[in-house]
């Protein structure tokens, strides 16, 4: 494993009970920092903080809720100095079916969870990120958006069509903070094996496969470390960025 120098730096990971968001605060906690994972399920992000070890916090969160989220800022404020990065991890894939039998209130979800969740959580914590360094601000947010926004996945059109909004939201924020010192960028992983994989179908995770040149899915640690450099000092002059990870599936 290559050393990131994460020293001294808090993060909160949505969706870091399992899966990309656990590997990510796995990644942040090796390269010397301190995290708090932010989840729904209260249980799983505790027992995933524990296993973590000292430097690991947990909190429940609904972060389609603007209420619970401003919330968990001050809670993670009241253990943690600052908030130095924001990785935006928490998602749901929603049902494998085609849009014109995609049940209303199941779309609905998956964009108060995949968009408008990214939304509240980099609203609210871009307010603490601009009081932060010397006067121009300082944070690191990082959007895990997906190889489906960039292309559009058949039967999955609420999917696809969230992470694609993640990426436009990404590309604007990061223009809006790009005269201070907070960096705004995503990922575009094709499909990693996680739990994730539980919500969809077998022939739907069968085409993901066919798509990728390099023959297998990603794999968590792959996606940790990259979003890990992200969140790092010396991810400086990006922002507003799509960075790929699909293993050649997507070439633009």
């Known amino acids: 494993m290559n050393q990131l120098d994460f020293n001294g730096r808090h993060a909160v990971v949505t969706g870091g009970a399992t899966g990309l968001g656990f590997g990510i605060a796995q990644r942040l906690i090796a390269s010397g920092g301190s995290v708090t994972l932010w989840d729904r ?3 799983a992000a505790a027992k995933a903080a524990e296993s973590l070890g000292a430097r690991a916090f947990a909190l429940k969160v609904d972060v389609s809720q603007q209420p619970s ?49 990214v939304f509240l959580c980099c609203r609210e914590v871009v307010a603490q990120m601009r009081r932060q360094g010397d006067g121009g601000g300082y944070g690191r947010i990082v959007n895990i958006a997906s190889v489906a926004g960039k292309d559009g996945n058949p039967n999955a059109s609420a999917y696809s069509a969230s992470k694609a909004a993640v990426i436009g939201l990404t590309k604007s924020l990061g223009k809006e903070l790009a005269d201070t010192g907070i960096r705004v960028n995503c990922v575009t992983p094709a499909a990693v094996k996680t739990a994730i994989f539980d919500q969809m179908t077998p022939e739907h995770i069968a085409f993901m496969l066919s798509k990728i040149p390099m023959g297998r899915f990603g794999t968590v ?16 002059f990006s922002t507003g960025a799509v ?10």
């Not at 979003?227 to 000092?233: I, K, M, N, R, S």
């Open 41 to 43: 399920d209260e249980e």
């Open 221 to 236: 640690e792959e996606v940790a470390a990259m979003v890990g450099w992200l969140c790092t000092e010396d991810c400086s």
């Open 69 to 117: 989220v401003a919330a968990a800022v001050a809670a993670t404020l009241a253990h943690a100095p600052h908030i130095d990065a924001l990785v935006n991890s928490a998602g749901i894939t929603g049902p494998n079916t085609k849009l014109w039998d995609y049940p209303v209130d199941a779309w609905r979800q998956v964009m108060d969870v995949n968009i408008n969740g």
């Open 243 to 252: 960075f790929d990870l699909s293993g050649g599936r997507s070439t633009y």
